[in-house]
Structures are given as C-alpha cells and as structure tokens.
C-alpha cells in the first residue's frame, strides 16, 4: 500500500463543557486506504468525523486533512473531500441531472466542468433514461450510487462515508461495496463508519471507539487474532462490553 | 392475536401493499423483514388504525382497524421508525405524558418498563431531545410500554443502533415476549430475523414468505460454499467472470458461492483460480444462514 499520508491526527481532544466527547485520539489514514471508523452509539464518532470535515474544532490536538489543518484551513479542507451519509445527501424533488448540477456549485466548479461531468457521470452510472427523473421516484440503490458519485464529483482526495448502508437490504449493501472497492482500488481514500460488523471485514484497517478514546486499531486480521474471536462482531462485543 | 387479511394500499397509482395475508398468534414474536420501499412502515400504520387500507381487513384480538380503533388504540403500544418523543419535554415528563394520555400511571406499570427505565433513570430531567440515540430508543419503548399493551409494534427499532445496544435490545424484546405480550417487529438486519419466532419476508408490497427462521434456512435450495483467499476483492472479480459461477456474494471475510448445478466442481473451480493467480484459497461447505435465503429469495424475484 502507497504510504503516502491523508489524514494525521494527534492527540486530538474535543471538549463539551466537562464532558470529553474525544479523548487524545492518535491515527493516520493513508491514500487509497479503506478505512473503519467504528465505536458503539456515543463513542464519539461523530465528533471526531465532523471534526475532520472542518465543520467543527478541536479542543486541542493536531489534526491535519488532505494537508491542511482543521484550525484555519477549514475551506481547503473542505475542498479536498466528500461527504455522503444516509439521511443527508440528495434532493428528492429535484431530478438526477439537478442534483449532480446543484452539488457541481456548491464544489465551486465552473459551469462548463459541471456539464462535462455530469454527462461523464451519467454516462458511466448508465443514468441516460432516468438523468430527468426527480430522486424520489428512482431505486433505493441507484440512489445511493448516484450520492457516492456525487459526494466525489470535484475529486476528492478522500471520502467520508458515514453510516451509507443503514436500513439498506443485504443486496444493496453488497452492490455499494463493490463501488467503495472500485473507488479505492483507484486511489481515493475512504474513510467508512458502519454499524454491519460485516462490513467492518471489508476494511484496510479498523478503528474502535469507545467512551471517547481508540480502543483499538489494526486490520480485521490482527484484531480477530488479538481478541482471539471468529469474527468483527464479536471483536466489537468484546470491547464494547469489557 | 393480529389477522391481517388480502390487505392492499396504493398512493397514486402504485401498490405499497398487494394482496398481503399474514397472521400472528398470541405471545409471538413476529418479524417483517425487507428493504427500504417494501412496506413495512405502511403495514404497521395499517396494523395500529393509523391508515385505512384500500382493499381487505385487519383484526387485532377482535377489532377491526377501520370500525374499533378506539378499541385497539388502548390495546397497542407503537413505537415508530423516528422514535415519537417530544424533544422540548424531559425524560421523565415523556413517560408521564404517556401513561396519561392512556388514563394510567407510571407507578401502576413501573414493573414492567423498570428494566429498560432504569438505564435512562439517571437521565431524568434531560430533554429528550439532547438523548443518545440508544437512550432515546430505550425512552421510546418505555413510552410504548408503559400502559401495558398486549401487542408491542416496533418499526425498525434498531437502524442507526450499533452491534452492541442491538444485541442489548433484543434481550429486552424477548424479556417483554415472556410477560405475554405479542410483540410485531420490523428490521433490515438479517441476524434479528434469526431472533423472532416466525418472520414474515416482504419485498415491493408482496409476502415472500412466511416461515420460521429454520424454515426460511431449509430452504434454501442449494449447496453452499464459502470461498477465501489471500485476496478477497480480486476473487470476487474472478468469481464474477467464472462460468460456473450462480451467485457468489461478500459475507465479512469470506464468499459464499453457488454453482448453476445444485453441487459444485471443486476440481474445476481450483483449477481456475490457481490460473488466475490466487494463493492460500480454501473451499468448505457451509450451512446456509438466514441471509442467504434472503438473498436467495430476493434474487428470485
């Protein structure tokens, strides 16, 4: 794996009042790296993800993405990655050919990129006869291809996917990691959190929070074997109940 | 207990529920199962009087949806997919505003909903809004309890909940089952399905099947394998452009794989992925679990 570094966190602490949602947190992510950021509910994920894409400041710490700091180069930060989740990404009275359009300005593209990439997106996504359809009326999983794409339409130099297959059947599931695989597989870094244990295999590396601290981070391999368990489920039980 | 009889409800022209038969029994434990868009979310509006459907009847331990909602009202405890607690009132004053509205008392059912409360108890005077999402979710069923139903309907009580909580609160649901109380629940997680007692399978408005979860599982109509390697994507793309391949999908660190025949040509198979550039590749033969056969069904249809 390309060594090169995409995200560098260090000792990164986030405070509310007395409460610490982040606890000296220290990781690296590295390009073209699928990445599993787990942790029971109230871990601190959130926290931590927001932090990250600049929408939210540590309380103290290093935290540096795609190069830039999160303290004053929140824009640069922002640039430099996409964000998809489940509930928040698409509009649903707008048709496919607006969406793509309306995130191509928010990116700040100029118009004429806008239009060479949605045709390009369209055309690879095989979206020709549904591109006028409001997102309403598409399929589940075309749906959650199209925010993917969308969420990478200004090229990113990584990802953040949180929770993408929450409530989405096992067949659809399976079709999105087939597209995470392909994304990485090309170099984009993806940075993933999930509630399906399964899924939690799928990654390069896993991290693991709990009560606002990294338990643990390693790949699925060496974390079945350090918790002597058959499978990430019960590596995740074992934490976050001991 | 629940006698759900050729239900139909369209919006416009399209058919959220067609033709659905479905009975539960007394004291059971009953999961609907399907992705998003199948209609579970309308059936359990239907089950508990909040819609009308279009075409046939639902009987609650006698009373029909449409003519004796008040009836079944007081008999049903819901708790919908977004958890419906007021956000502006503490922890405490949602169990209260619960228990009178259905013209009771928390002190008079504590026993019943003490168990999971108690966890949030220390919470008291918090807004429900500035909950966690597990605490809202413990909040949410001890509202739906606390006027001591006999049928408990769940709508996906468990998306957006980790591993963990989740596993935490099936406990709870099969401890609330052994007090006698039917309970109707809805999920996409495959491994909850393996919990109820019978699952129904919905897909785009229709009854796969009705089963128990080993009925689901027997039958499943082939013979399964699971497939590992030292490069997990890359078989699956290999297994993708194999002749023999029938269905060969991702389950954690491993695949599952079918052949077009009801066995599979183990020599045949090794031969290919050798070829292919493949190290450390074992092949074993697998019980099939519950999400296979859903798989397996969804495929089919």
Known sequence: ??????????????????????????????????????????????????????????????????????????????????????????????????????????????????????????????????????????????????????????????????????????????????????????????FVTTHYMDEAEYCSRVSIMDEGKIVTLDTPENLKLKYQAANMDEVFVKIARG | ??????????????????????????????????????????????????????????????????????????????????????????????????????????????DLVRDIYSHIEPFRNRLAGKLSGGMKQKLALSCALIHRPEILVLDEPTTGVDAVSRKEFWEMLKRIQNEGITILVSTPYMDEAQLCDRVAFLQEGQIMTVNTPQGIINDYPRELFALRAKDIYKLVLDLKSYHGTHTSLLFGHEIHYTERSKSIDHERLTMYLEEKGHEEIIIEKIEPGIEDSFLEYMRES
């Open chain 1, 1 to 190: 794996m390309n060594k090169d570094l995409v995200i560098k966190v260090r000792g990164l602490t986030k405070k509310f009042g007395d409460f610490v949602a982040n606890d000296h947190l220290d990781f690296d992510v590295y390009k073209g790296e699928i990445f599993g950021f787990l942790g029971a509910n109230g871990a601190g994920k959130t926290t931590a993800i927001k932090i990250l894409c600049g929408l939210s400041y540590p309380t103290s710490g290093e935290v540096s993405v795609a190069g830039y700091n999160v303290y004053n180069q929140t824009e640069q930060v922002k640039r430099n990655i996409g964000y998809m989740s489940q509930n928040f990404t698409l509009y649903e009275d707008l048709t496919v050919v607006e969406n793509i359009r309306f995130y191509g300005g928010i990116y700040g593209l100029d118009k004429k990129t806008i239009k060479t990439k949605s045709n390009l997106l369209i055309e690879k996504l095989g979206f020709e006869k549904e591109k006028y359809r409001l997102i309403a009326d598409i399929p589940l999983g075309w749906k959650q291809k199209l925010a993917f794409s969308v969420a990478m339409l200004h090229d990113p130099q990584i990802v953040f996917l949180d929770e993408p297959t929450g409530g989405v059947d096992p067949n659809t599931r399976r079709q999105f990691w087939d597209l995470i695989y392909e994304v990485s597989d090309s170099g984009m870094t993806v």
């Open chain 2, 1 to 110: 207990m629940i006698k759900i009889l050729n239900i139909t409800k369209k919006y416009g022209g399209h058919f959220a529920l067609d033709a659905v038969n479905i009975q539960v029994d007394k004291g059971e434990l009953f999961g609907v199962i399907g992705p998003d868009g199948a209609g579970k979310t309308t059936l359990f509006r239907l089950v508990t009087s909040l819609l009308v459907p279009d075409d046939g009847t639902i009987i609650v331990n006698g009373y029909d949806t449409v003519e004796d909602y008040r009836s079944i009202r007081k008999i049903i405890g819901y708790m919908p997919g977004r958890f419906s607690l007021y956000h502006d009132l503490s922890v405490e004053e949602n169990l209260r505003f619960y228990a009178t509205v259905f013209g009771t008392t928390v002190e008079e059912n504590y």
